[in-house]
């Protein structure tokens, strides 16, 4: 069974630019979560997608959003680039969302802002 | 809201030695699961064991095993045996169950463990 995958692996932009990052879960998850890893910040809830539908975020602004598509893959985009929003992406997927469900995690991208 | 707390940055350990992990949580709900999760250096996150809270009984999960402490709320992971795989941050985590289920981590206790 494929894991989940993320893609690109490192993404490099500038201030101000968009950064589109992509998920695809394992098969058979329809829940797929975004976390962001900053540096002395730790790991934090972005988004949670359920069958289709936006279904919870984080404490973030709105210039973080996503979409997750009829195949439950999954994409963050980042409007207005801010050299903060330089991190690790993880995405994460479960079978379905109750607490007891291990939530997988994929390899991450590393986005950095200049 | 709820809060999870590592108190340990970092930690090390001689191969072969156990060590224990510290987590405390803050929670107003009764029933619930925990976990502990691992990120090797390699970056992909992995469940290493997971607790649910009504069960009495200590989760284990080969040489990884917790002592959940219900009343204080602490749930401590124990690594008996330690390998040099083992080197990684750990992650206790907290689900949110009215929301999702989303994960509400600690801050991560980074564990090298020398040869």
């Known amino acids: 069974e494929a894991g989940v995958t993320q893609s690109p692996t490192h993404l490099i932009k500038t201030r101000g630019q968009q950064a589109t990052l992509r998920c695809s879960p394992i098969?058979?998850?329809?829940?797929v979560y975004w976390y962001q890893q900053a540096l002395g910040l730790g790991l934090q809830f972005l988004l949670w997608y359920d069958e289709g539908e936006e279904r919870n975020r984080g404490n973030f602004p709105p210039r973080f959003s996503g979409r997750q598509f009829p195949n439950y893959s999954s994409e963050l985009n980042v409007n207005a680039l801010e050299l903060e929003d330089s991190a690790l992406y993880l995405c994460a997927s479960s079978r379905v969302w109750t607490s007891y469900n291990e939530q997988f995690f994929g390899p991450g991208t590393r986005l950095t802002v200049l | 809201a709820q809060t999870v707390t590592q108190s340990q940055p970092e930690m090390s350990v001689q191969e072969a030695e156990t060590v224990t992990l510290s987590c405390t949580y803050d929670?107003?709900?009764?029933?619930?699961?925990l976990f502990w999760y691992k990120q090797p250096p390699s970056r992909q996150m992995i469940l290493v064991i997971r607790q649910e809270a009504y069960k009495q009984q200590n989760a284990t999960e080969n040489r990884f095993s917790v002592n959940f402490q219900k009343a204080a709320k602490s749930f401590s992971l124990k690594i008996s045996d330690s390998q040099l795989g083992d080197t990684a941050m750990y992650f206790c985590?907290?689900?949110?169950?009215?929301?999702?289920?989303?994960?509400?981590f600690g801050g991560g206790t980074r564990l090298m463990v020398k040869p």
């Open positions: 098969s058979g998850h329809t829940s």
């Open positions: 929670t107003s709900e009764s029933n619930y699961y």
């Open positions: 985590a907290f689900p949110n169950n009215n929301a999702g289920n989303m994960l509400t």
